[in-house]
């Protein structure tokens, strides 16, 4: 229980130091704001209102505090580009990107596992090598080309869905996530290959143990010795593997959303930072890195939840 | 008095700007302004959505976005001024129902038109207009909101229904600037934009989407759509792909490079109504020499740029002035300065900018800026001139090149504000708040407003003329076209008509097909 | 294992090696002019003339990809090498002396890797502005923590060693032990590391250039390409694709190289 105390502190420590990062980062870009909205001729007066509504008021650590202590408390502050709350501004997008990234989670869940066991399993077949060369290809090519490709092939081409007409989920739900199955596909494929090709070397590695080499002298198969007793020590790091990748998935959707004008936070982000409209951008930043510090947490918990060895070291 | 004032507005030999250049191009997209593409019936009802290439501006005051033509072909729809232009490039009485001048030509009286409505349900008074106006003037702050209408001395109504404009001076062309919105004087526009348009503002998603309601009090000949979609996609790729994939019905402001492949919808083409040019900041140090500047209008060929960017389609400019705009239009600039790379590279050497090198700004989301923009850094370059892209999205465009006026040269266009030669002209004036070039010419000066206060119409369009041949003379950006531009809607939805001179998108006339 | 690693390598080493000549070549000879325009041929089909067609300003798409392909891999490998150069030397003092500097600085680092490269860049860029330098700025500092952790660690771990040791017995310098004796004994652990941020910078490059925060036109760049392209994806197929395909060799090259290196398949 120790230990979970002391990795639950770390944590927090380590939100707290990415949130004051990101906030200081964005503190030091030139220019000011008011200066900014209000153009050449405005009064003292709307300046200085303006400036407190803007939360901009106090020294550094002063508005870092009172910043944070609005996140936590769900005021993410006011857009520059819209002058309404971040909150306001957001709306409805955090959860369509959080659909598209736990749709594209499972479908590497779905993908990865199964591939990965095919192809420890058969690997010396011609089948096998000639998939694992195709996996290598999946590994290298970026979602956003598997994107492009998508929208001419089934988009224009197919036309399986319109590029372009997001189905929001008000409208239907599966109509909604028909559309995003597109999207999650392109992110998952080079991160299912890469999923799976590193259980293929997890199984590998276990197959070199002593423990293995006992199975097979008692006459196992190899594909019963694989079952039963490698696999369960060769999932090990690709569960935390998974686990990690759901925030990578986050950071991919960003520019897979772009493709196919998924209206969810990247898309926010990416036209947050063009127009320099830093309160959204911050916001959506400190949630995407608290969602990689959180999930590399659980990954922690989960191995050694699995792995007594890891609990005992 | 009325006639005058009706017959003063325009004179539009050329309604709408076509252009056969090109006899290469393939024939399944030819344009043809007055079919809109109906076969079937007109519907009433429905909704449609349209794309637009940029996200509205923050404030939806009319009084205050004046600066971003995509807001303000939006709001079009929702707010109308005591007058509006009509297709034809007439003002005609809208919120006032007559107006009358004097013989001077600086007192206004208008008389408002019965059972006008605000989307709110409260009538139209007489102190809603007078408050707008007074607003808009800035007569109670000092600080016009609206520019065109700063020459407003006074606004009184002399009983219900007649408002009486007064004017610090005479000026002709006063009621092109009338179509300033009348806004409810109990309802911040920040917080709900209420007008008496043919739409009704229904919310506004950042980034995303505006969505326009019918309403169903217009005074008017009313929209014929129940709901129209505005679908926020700056990505220029993006746009022509979702009209493809058909999860738009209709997009204006596409350039000839973006309708490819688009066979089976109604594409209508059309002036644009946007002066293109390579807008050079004189205050930058090279840009303040003229002679630098007429070596780029020399260095850049304006056929090759229209028929690499443009696909051949657009009008070549050499000054200010919009093509539509007939009565002022000087074609005969165009040629003003003819493509020489040898005259530029001396023009550098006299100047001595030998090796001259600058950063072009563009708007991201205006693909034939981008366009033209790579198409004059390669023609540049053949006189050794370095120049260089910077690409940036709206809202930088808006506040750092245009408001903040930090900028060494942009590919950009402008419209007119107004169906007046102001709309074209206003901003050169030395100290013209939107002078974002920082051109300064005595003689423009003069020139201009000897124009404006002008009651001789042809005395006034000579003046005129000067101001425009003064821009072209001292290369005061390097004019490149007046755009043409291309509307593309699924073959089910017709009524997009183009305004002559006016950058306008008219949701009221649109209906579906069925 | 050994012999499917070096099969790996070898893979690996053919597309580089390939990609590099054709990038080599493309610096001094290209079969156009890759800005050049040309108003008679635009959107020309793939033909002998135009090996992958041209694109709508009807310049010479394959002497396109080859410039971008160029350019990319140039930004890529100079922001690895500074990234390489500074986390080293940090990796290597902090490792060595210890202390509070390296626990800040570990510190930091692992907030850093909290941030998705991607994220990270995109911040950077909106610091900074975008443009071909700006993004190898932005790459730069983003490896720098990579190289560091690693460097770090082995350092720390050498430095118990016994040559170490006698080196410092005889009276070696710090800085000597530090970057002539450990440092060579590093390098195999950084070569799999560096074609992997290699990989993260071609993506990186790529991703932003076709969000349009990264390269600016009319610089080449892989990305923007992909980007224009996209307007085309019907009438030109040919110009999305030869674009990404030559994505996807650069990072297949390198991907294989790393494996074949022993590395891991992501980073």
């Known amino acids: 229980m120790g230990t979970i105390a002391k990795k639950t502190g770390t944590l927090l420590l380590t939100l707290l130091l990415v949130s004051a990062m990101a906030f200081l980062a964005f503190q030091i870009i030139p220019g000011d704001p008011v200066t900014k909205i209000l153009g050449t001729d405005y009064t003292p007066e709307r300046a200085a209102t303006l400036r407190h509504e803007l939360g901009l008021e106090g020294d550094l650590s002063a508005r870092y505090l009172r910043w944070l202590a609005g996140f936590i408390t769900g005021d993410f502050g006011i857009s520059y580009s819209y002058m309404k709350p971040v909150r306001q501004v957001m709306q409805g997008?955090?959860?369509?990107?959080?659909?598209?990234?736990?749709?594209?989670?499972?479908?590497?869940?779905?993908?990865?596992?199964?591939?990965?066991?095919?192809?420890?399993?058969?690997?010396?077949?011609?089948?096998?090598?000639?998939?694992?060369?195709?996996?290598?290809?999946?590994?290298?090519?970026?979602?956003?080309?598997?994107?492009?490709?998508?929208?001419?092939?089934?988009?224009?081409?197919?036309?399986?869905?319109?590029?372009?007409?997001?189905?929001?989920?008000?409208?239907?739900?599966?109509?909604?996530?028909?559309?995003?199955?597109?999207?999650?596909?392109?992110?998952?494929?080079?991160?299912?290959?890469?999923?799976?090709?590193?259980?293929?070397?997890?199984?590998?590695?276990?197959?070199?143990?002593?423990?293995?080499?006992?199975?097979?002298?008692?006459?196992?198969?190899?594909?019963?010795?694989?079952?039963?007793?490698?696999?369960?020590?060769?999932?090990?790091?690709?569960?935390?593997?998974?686990?990690m990748s759901l925030a990578d998935i986050v950071a991919g959707s960003i520019i897979v959303e772009q493709v196919f004008v998924v209206p969810g936070i990247g898309r926010l982000l990416v036209a947050s930072i063009a127009s320099r409209d830093f309160p959204v951008a911050l916001t959506i930043v400190v949630i995407i890195a608290a969602l990689v510090v959180f999930m590399n947490y659980v990954a922690d918990l989960v191995t050694q939840f699995i792995d007594p060895r890891v609990r005992l070291s | 008095?009325?006639?005058?004032?009706?017959?003063?507005?325009?004179?539009?030999?050329?309604?709408?700007?076509?252009?056969?250049?090109?006899?290469?191009?393939?024939?399944?997209?030819?344009?043809?302004?007055?079919?809109?593409?109906?076969?079937?019936?007109?519907?009433?009802?429905?909704?449609?959505?349209?794309?637009?290439?940029?996200?509205?501006?923050?404030?939806?005051?009319?009084?205050?976005?004046?600066?971003?033509?995509?807001?303000?072909?939006?709001?079009?729809?929702?707010?109308?001024?005591?007058?509006?232009?009509?297709?034809?490039?007439?003002?005609?009485?809208?919120?006032?129902?007559?107006?009358?001048?004097?013989?001077?030509?600086?007192?206004?009286?208008?008389?408002?038109?019965?059972?006008?409505?605000?989307?709110?349900?409260?009538?139209?008074?007489?102190?809603?207009?007078?408050?707008?106006?007074?607003?808009?003037?800035?007569?109670?702050?000092?600080?016009?909101?609206?520019?065109?209408?700063?020459?407003?001395?006074?606004?009184?109504?002399?009983?219900?229904?007649?408002?009486?404009?007064?004017?610090?001076?005479?000026?002709?062309?006063?009621?092109?600037?009338?179509?300033?919105?009348?806004?409810?004087?109990?309802?911040?526009?920040?917080?709900?934009?209420?007008?008496?348009?043919?739409?009704?503002?229904?919310?506004?998603?950042?980034?995303?989407?505006?969505?326009?309601?019918?309403?169903?009090?217009?005074w008017g000949q009313g929209a014929y759509l129940d709901q129209v979609i505005l679908k926020v996609i700056p990505d220029p790729q993006t746009l022509v792909m979702s009209l493809r994939s058909g999860a738009i019905d209709l997009a204006c402001h596409l350039d000839a490079t973006q309708i490819a492949n688009m066979a089976d919808m109604t594409v209508m083409e059309g002036s644009s109504n946007v002066i293109q040019a390579l807008y050079l900041n004189h205050d930058f140090a090279p840009f303040a020499d003229e002679r630098v500047r007429q070596a780029l209008c020399y260095a850049v060929d304006k056929q090759a740029v229209i028929d690499l960017a443009m696909d051949g389609h657009g009008t070549p400019v050499g000054t200010s002035m919009l093509s539509t705009l007939g009565r002022y239009a000087m074609p005969e600039l165009a040629d003003y300065y003819k493509p020489d790379v040898e005259k530029a590279k001396a023009l550098l050497k006299e100047a001595g900018y030998e090796n001259l090198s600058f950063t072009i700004t563009v708007p991201s989301n205006y693909a034939s800026h981008v366009g033209t923009a790579q198409v004059l850094v390669e023609q540049l370059k053949a006189a050794g001139v370095d120049a260089k892209i910077d690409l940036v999205d709206w809202n930088t465009w808006l506040t750092e090149t245009y408001q903040g006026r930090n900028f060494e040269a942009t590919v950009s266009g402008f419209d007119s504000h107004s169906l007046s030669a102001t709309g074209c002209l206003a901003r050169f004036q030395s100290e013209s708040g939107k002078n974002f070039i920082n051109f300064k010419n005595d003689d423009y000066d003069a020139a201009y407003a000897a124009a404006v206060s002008s009651l001789n119409a042809d005395e006034q369009t000579a003046l005129f003329k000067q101001c425009e041949t003064i821009l072209a003379e001292t290369a005061a950006n390097v004019y490149l076209q007046d755009m043409s531009t291309f509307a593309v809607m699924q073959s089910d939805v017709g009524g997009f008509v183009y305004y002559p001179a006016l950058y306008i998108m008219d949701l009221a006339t649109l209906y579906r097909i069925g | 294992m050994i012999d499917t690693h070096n099969r790996t390598f070898r893979a690996g080493a053919v597309i580089t090696g390939i990609m590099l000549l054709i990038i080599l070549v493309g610096l001094v000879w290209t079969p156009y002019d890759p800005n050049a325009m040309n108003g008679a041929a635009k959107l020309a089909s793939p033909s002998l003339a135009h090996l992958l067609g041209t694109d709508n300003f009807g310049r010479d798409i394959f002497s396109r990809v080859v410039q971008g392909a160029g350019a990319t891999f140039l930004i890529a490998a100079v922001s690895v090498a500074a990234g390489l150069v500074i986390g080293v030397v940090l990796g290597g003092l902090t490792g060595w002396y210890g202390g509070w500097v390296d626990e800040l600085l570990m510190r930091l680092n692992d907030t850093l890797t909290a941030f998705p490269s991607i994220l990270l860049?995109?911040?950077?860029?909106?610091?900074?502005?975008?443009?071909?330098?700006?993004?190898?700025?932005?790459?730069?500092?983003?490896?720098?923590?990579?190289?560091?952790?690693?460097?770090?660690?082995?350092?720390?771990?050498?430095?118990?060693?016994?040559?170490?040791?006698?080196?410092?017995?005889?009276?070696?310098?710090?800085?000597?032990?530090?970057?002539?004796?450990?440092?060579?004994?590093?390098?195999?652990?950084?070569?799999?590391?560096?074609?992997?941020?290699?990989?993260?910078?071609?993506l990186a490059e790529a991703s932003m250039s076709y969000l349009g925060v990264g390269v600016q036109p009319p610089d080449p760049s892989l990305g923007r390409m992909l980007n224009e392209a996209q307007s085309y994806l019907l009438s030109a197929p040919w110009y999305a694709l030869s674009s990404g395909v030559a994505i996807v060799l650069l990072v297949l090259g390198f991907g294989l190289l790393s494996e074949g290196l022993g590395g891991e398949t992501d980073a």
């Open chain 2, 1 to 218: 008095m009325k006639k005058r004032l009706f017959a003063l507005v325009l004179a539009l030999a050329m309604t709408v700007a076509l252009c056969a250049c090109g006899g290469d191009k393939p024939s399944d997209q030819t344009a043809d302004p007055t079919n809109t593409g109906s076969t079937g019936e007109k519907l009433t009802g429905g909704t449609l959505t349209v794309g637009i290439a940029a996200d509205l501006d923050t404030s939806l005051d009319p009084h205050v976005s004046s600066s971003s033509a995509g807001t303000r072909e939006v709001l079009f729809n929702i707010y109308e001024g005591l007058m509006k232009p009509d297709t034809e490039g007439n003002l005609i009485p809208a919120v006032a129902e007559s107006c009358t001048v004097n013989e001077t030509a600086d007192v206004y009286t208008y008389t408002l038109r019965e059972g006008v409505k605000f989307h709110n349900g409260a009538d139209v008074t007489v102190g809603d207009v007078v408050y707008s106006l007074t607003r808009a003037a800035g007569l109670e702050t000092g600080e016009p909101l609206v520019g065109e209408v700063k020459g407003i001395a006074s606004v009184e109504a002399t009983d219900d229904r007649t408002v009486v404009v007064t004017l610090k001076a005479p000026d002709a062309e006063f009621n092109a600037y009338m179509s300033v919105a009348i806004i409810p004087q109990d309802v911040d526009p920040n917080d709900s934009p209420v007008g008496t348009g043919p739409f009704r503002f229904v919310s506004h998603i950042a980034q995303d989407s505006v969505v326009l309601e019918k309403f169903d009090e217009y």
């Open chain 1, 93 to 243: 997008k955090l959860a369509v990107t959080a659909a598209l990234s736990v749709l594209s989670w499972l479908l590497v869940l779905l993908f990865s596992i199964p591939l990965g066991i095919a192809l420890a399993r058969y690997h010396k077949g011609v089948f096998a090598r000639a998939a694992a060369t195709v996996n290598q290809v999946f590994m290298a090519v970026p979602p956003f080309f598997i994107g492009i490709l998508f929208t001419y092939l089934f988009g224009l081409l197919l036309k399986w869905f319109v590029p372009g007409k997001f189905v929001p989920f008000s409208e239907s739900f599966w109509g909604c996530l028909g559309y995003l199955f597109f999207p999650a596909l392109a992110i998952a494929i080079p991160k299912a290959a890469k999923t799976a090709r590193l259980l293929v070397s997890s199984i590998m590695g276990e197959m070199q143990k002593d423990y293995v080499r006992t199975a097979y002298s008692r006459g196992n198969s190899r594909w019963m010795v694989i079952r039963t007793h490698v696999l369960r020590n060769a999932l090990l790091p690709v569960v935390t593997y998974l686990a």
């Open chain 3, 121 to 202: 860049a995109l911040v950077l860029i909106a610091l900074f502005g975008s443009g071909k330098y700006n993004i190898i700025f932005a790459l730069g500092l983003l490896f720098v923590p990579t190289f560091a952790r690693i460097v770090r660690m082995e350092v720390a771990k050498q430095k118990e060693l016994d040559y170490v040791r006698s080196a410092r017995l005889m009276g070696v310098g710090s800085m000597r032990i530090l970057f002539v004796h450990i440092l060579p004994n590093i390098v195999p652990v950084l070569l799999s590391t560096i074609a992997i941020s290699f990989n993260n910078a071609v």
